[in-house]
């Protein structure tokens, strides 16, 4: 059995201290929630005042991007080293916004992933294909390549220990949620894809995340697919009530 997470991906949204407001609620309502992992990402500005909010709990705090490099001349990035020392434990990488609108490529976010392990950070790696690569019947190649350049950098027990999270790029912030089959599909193309280059033991512990649109109302059926094992989530993680509409669905299944 794989354990469940679920991952708030704040963007760039809410100051230190809103942020810090809504990580005391979460908190506070979290502190019975044992069957899953709960990870939040705020903006960096702000992940040093909610690590210290959260020290203790079992609320993990996550970076939403990072360089690959320790340190250096590389105006406005941030690196692991960094990240960990501010209180993360996991790190976003490859998020369809970084790659639209920043240009981040398969081969940096392989980099990055290698460079997390080595500061013992968890990445959660994400893939998803456009609205024209689905139109154009590209899902599955455009998946394939980003799981394999991703992960290329990477050995069987780090491929095991990552998470992946699956967020078709047309149901992200759109309202439009991929249907748990379509998802379950694509999740279950990465599982084969993971156990075909490094093997079905690494392919059985790998958590795979969707993402895109999640909230309450679909949270049960698309965490109920077999392949899905949790959610990356963004607009529904901004406030305290969202958020645990999807957690307390899992909660209630102990
Ligand atoms: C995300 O940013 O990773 C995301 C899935 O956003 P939303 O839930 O708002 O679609």
Redesign the pocket.
């Known amino acids: 059995m794989r354990r469940k997470i679920i991952a708030g991906?704040w963007?760039m949204n809410l100051t230190v201290a809103e942020g810090t407001a809504l990580v005391t609620a979460l908190r506070d309502r979290c502190a019975k929630v044992s069957n899953m992992d709960i990870v939040v990402a705020p903006t960096a500005t702000a992940i040093y005042p909610i690590a210290q909010v959260l020290a203790g709990s079992m609320i993990a705090v996550a970076g939403q991007n990072c360089h690959w490099a320790d340190k250096g001349a590389y105006t406005g990035e941030f690196s692991p080293v960094q990240l960990k020392d501010a209180g993360c434990k996991y790190v976003i990488i490859g998020?369809s916004e970084r790659r639209q609108y920043f240009a981040e490529t398969n081969e940096g976010v392989a980099k990055k992933a290698r460079a997390l392990f080595d500061h013992q950070l968890t990445p959660i790696l994400c893939v998803g294909e456009t609205l024209e690569e689905r139109e154009s019947n590209k899902t599955f190649d455009v998946i394939a390549e980003q799981v394999k350049v991703g992960l290329s950098a990477l050995s069987a027990d780090e491929v095991a220990a990552i998470v992946l999270a699956y967020?078709p790029v047309w149901?992200?912030?759109t309202g439009r949620t991929a249907t748990p089959e379509q998802a379950e599909e694509v999740h279950a193309a990465i599982r084969k894809q993971v156990a075909e280059i490094y093997g079905q033991a690494t392919a059985d512990k790998v958590r795979i995340q969707y993402?895109?649109?999640?909230k309450a109302s679909n949270a049960a059926q698309l965490l109920g697919q077999p392949d899905i094992d949790g959610a990356?989530?963004?607009?529904?993680s901004l406030t305290a009530d969202a958020f645990m509409g999807i957690i307390l669905y899992e909660e209630s299944k102990k």
Do not use: D, F, T
């Open positions: 991906n963007k998020h967020e149901a992200i912030g993402g895109g649109s999640v990356l989530v963004g607009g529904a």
